[in-house]
């Protein structure tokens, strides 16, 4: 809520703030994650606090919409249905609640006066710099708040962020560990791996036909073909509808004339930046020596343009922006935080300004480019204003044949023909589909699956359900065809089983004999093993190597050279791993390792935030609800 700081996002405690509280809040769009509605029936309880269905609908719906801005338009809602998809969100929701918890026994609050300076200095709310009342009341009618209303909500999001950051400000990291840190994560090592394969021991397996029969008799449903059943149905969506649909070119120019504002782009700008991080509790010295660092190069770049990039790569310690050479994208004014916000939008275009300071510390900022406020003409909002006007009535006539079309499914159950022709859409044909298969929509909906394959409509020939399989679309089907399952006989899969087993037999033989070569390389006797030529590997350069392999080259003792290794081949049998050189990497500057004794806080902070959630875990009664996490729990 009120989010509107993009660098902010880039610092650390942020992102443990977005790594911890987990469900995304679209802007002003909290009250679905923190209500708890009475006389709703709900889906899990958190101590005293109820999550309701109708709450977690929201918030599924609220991530799907989150899906498509991020990775566009095109992602199918039924992505959404799955239950590790849905278990992921309700646990979000919960940690939300267990972190409520935890920040109300630390008694954290935000007073009156804090409250008021985050809404009055919200951009959204301002008019040339000043509050507006008039846009704060425009906002709060258009989201349907009260003022109490809006303020509550507001006042516990900035709790609970203030206790999060609370809590993230006590992680620390020093030069010590980035220094360790960086020792362990860049050194390379010079190995060579030699294969023991299976293959070598195959003729020394001998798989007995007792052996087969127990492996069969013990894992038939491997060896079962599914049950399968060919289908016709019929899905009712708003998608399905929207073409249906017809528009006047005076009903387009209506909409557009009417919402001229939506097609207004306004004026955004593209920086880069060098920030020189110093935090605002800093000591007076650290300050001064940001500063003074700040001052040196906005001289150098003032001096030099050019350099701008490569100072950005080598000294800014924002490492969101520094690998692009401080690139920061083009963005809208209130994007920034006000300092840094100020100093864009006063620039021109090629300008560099500075050194600007904000809680982060001191930027140094190039104006690249602007694109000044724009209306698109109606020709290029129409197909926009085609779409979303067909949606809406695409909606609007779904909710109409919605009840029709799930009444004439099971009304006249022996055939689709009438409810297909109500809300004149076609009968649609799938192949054969397996039971338990992974399938494409919309036969991947758990329930469809289990109406499809019910007695009442394999045996009985009637009509599935209306079936909600996403946000807006029902889907009726029926069985043309169906195969029960069957076991395949023993003969028929008794090769399969036999090549596994040998494999699996000479695979242990491998291991065994590559165990005893490691022993004897370590104590110094010959072995009949050839190594082949050595590779410089690291935990960046994998060498195409298997990152076992990897991890344990890089984790074994090399006071005594050549050091061996041994580990299991994932693809079967054993590697045999020999350490020939330990390679040490550069000595890090000082602005590398205070970049990574900031990621290093960053990752205590979110174990520590982590350990709190899994702590209240255990004082806070959780309880969900069976088949919580199906479908038919939203409403």
């Given at each position: 809520m009120l989010?509107?700081?993009?660098?902010?996002?880039?610092?650390?405690?942020?992102?443990?703030?977005?790594?911890?509280?987990?469900?995304?809040?679209?802007?002003?769009?909290?009250?679905s994650y923190i209500r708890s509605t009475p006389g709703q029936d709900s889906i899990a309880k958190v101590g005293d606090e109820k999550i309701s269905s109708q709450e977690f609908s929201d918030a599924v719906r609220n991530q799907l919409d989150q899906f498509r801005q991020q990775f566009g338009g095109g992602i199918d809602a039924s992505i959404m249905d799955t239950p590790e998809m849905r278990k992921s969100i309700l646990d979000q929701l919960i940690d939300q609640r267990l972190l409520t918890a935890a920040m109300q026994a630390g008694e954290l609050t935000v007073s009156d006066v804090a409250l008021r300076d985050r809404i009055s200095n919200e951009p959204s709310f301002q008019e040339s710099g000043q509050f507006s009342s008039a846009r704060y009341d425009t906002f709060l009618k258009s989201q349907g708040y009260t003022a109490a209303r809006f303020e509550g909500l507001l006042r516990k999001d900035m709790e609970r962020q203030q206790f999060v950051e609370s809590i993230a400000s006590t992680a620390f990291s020093g030069s010590v560990s980035a220094r360790q840190y960086l020792r362990a994560a860049e050194q390379s090592r010079e190995i060579a791996v030699a294969t023991i394969a299976p293959d070598r021991f195959t003729a020394e397996v001998k798989i007995t036909p007792e052996q087969v029969k127990t492996f069969y008799e013990s894992h038939q449903t491997e060896f079962t073909v599914p049950a399968q059943v060919r289908a016709e149905y019929v899905e009712l969506s708003v998608e399905a509808l929207a073409p249906q649909i017809q528009l006047g070119a005076e009903e387009i120019k209506a909409f557009y004339d009417a919402n001229a504002a939506r097609y207004v782009q306004k004026e955004e700008r593209k920086a880069s930046h060098i920030l020189i991080s110093v935090a605002a509790t800093a000591k007076d010295e650290e300050k001064n020596a940001a500063k003074e660092k700040a001052d040196a190069l906005y001289a150098q770049v003032k001096k030099n343009p050019k350099e701008f990039a490569d100072l950005a790569k080598k000294n800014s310690q924002d490492p969101g922006s520094a690998i692009n050479g401080g690139d920061l994208g083009f963005f809208g004014r209130g994007a920034?935080?006000?300092?840094?916000?100020?100093?864009?939008?006063?620039?021109?275009?090629?300008?560099?300004?500075?050194?600007?300071?904000?809680?982060?510390?001191?930027?140094?900022?190039?104006?690249?480019?602007?694109?000044?406020?724009?209306?698109?003409?109606?020709?290029?909002?129409?197909?926009?204003?085609?779409?979303?006007?067909?949606?809406?009535?695409?909606?609007?006539?779904?909710?109409?044949?919605?009840?029709?079309?799930?009444?004439?499914?099971?009304?006249?159950?022996?055939?689709?023909?009438?409810?297909?022709?109500?809300?004149?859409?076609?009968?649609?044909?799938?192949?054969?589909?397996?039971?338990?298969?992974?399938?494409?929509?919309?036969?991947?909906?758990?329930?469809?699956?289990?109406?499809?394959?019910?007695?009442?409509?394999?045996?009985?020939?009637?009509?599935?359900?209306?079936?909600?399989?996403?946000?807006?679309?029902?889907?009726?089907?029926?069985?043309?065809?169906?195969?029960?399952?069957?076991?395949?006989?023993?003969?028929?899969?008794?090769?399969?089983?036999?090549?596994?087993?040998?494999?699996?037999e000479a695979a242990k033989l491998a291991k065994k004999d590559g165990e005893a070569k490691l022993a004897q390389l370590r104590e110094g006797k010959p072995v009949d093993v050839k190594f082949p030529a050595v590779l410089a590997i690291s935990r960046t350069n994998l060498g195409g190597l298997p990152q076992n392999v990897i991890e344990a080259a890089l984790r074994a003792d090399t006071k005594i050279l050549p050091a061996y290794v041994g580990v299991e081949n994932p693809d079967g049998g054993y590697l045999l791993v020999q350490i020939a050189k330990v390679i040490e990497p550069a000595p890090a500057d000082e602005a590398k390792l205070k970049a990574t004794s900031t990621r290093l806080t960053q990752s205590q902070a979110q174990q520590q935030l982590q350990s709190i959630v899994s702590q209240m875990r255990t004082k806070v009664d959780v309880s969900i609800t069976k088949d919580a996490l199906e479908k038919k729990a939203e409403k």
């Open positions: 989010e509107s700081i993009r660098i902010a996002a880039k610092t650390w405690v942020a992102k443990v703030v977005l790594a911890l509280i987990t469900v995304p809040f679209a802007l002003w769009g909290v009250e920034m935080v006000p300092a840094f916000d100020q100093a864009v939008f006063k620039a021109n275009k090629d300008d560099i300004v500075g050194p600007v300071k904000s809680d982060f510390g001191y930027h140094i900022i190039r104006l690249t480019d602007i694109r000044p406020e724009r209306a698109k003409s109606i020709a290029d909002a129409t197909p926009e204003i085609e779409g979303e006007l067909k949606k809406q009535k695409a909606q609007k006539k779904f909710a109409e044949l919605a009840e029709k079309f799930s009444n004439l499914a099971y009304e006249q159950s022996t055939s689709l023909k009438a409810a297909a022709e109500a809300v004149n859409l076609p009968i649609k044909q799938s192949p054969f589909i397996s039971k338990g298969a992974a399938l494409q929509p919309p036969f991947n909906n758990p329930k469809l699956m289990a109406a499809l394959f019910s007695d009442d409509v394999i045996k009985n020939k009637r009509n599935t359900e209306a079936v909600e399989v996403a946000t807006n679309s029902l889907v009726a089907a029926r069985a043309l065809e169906s195969k029960p399952a069957v076991l395949r006989p023993l003969a028929e899969v008794e090769p399969t089983i036999m090549a596994r087993l040998t494999r699996e």
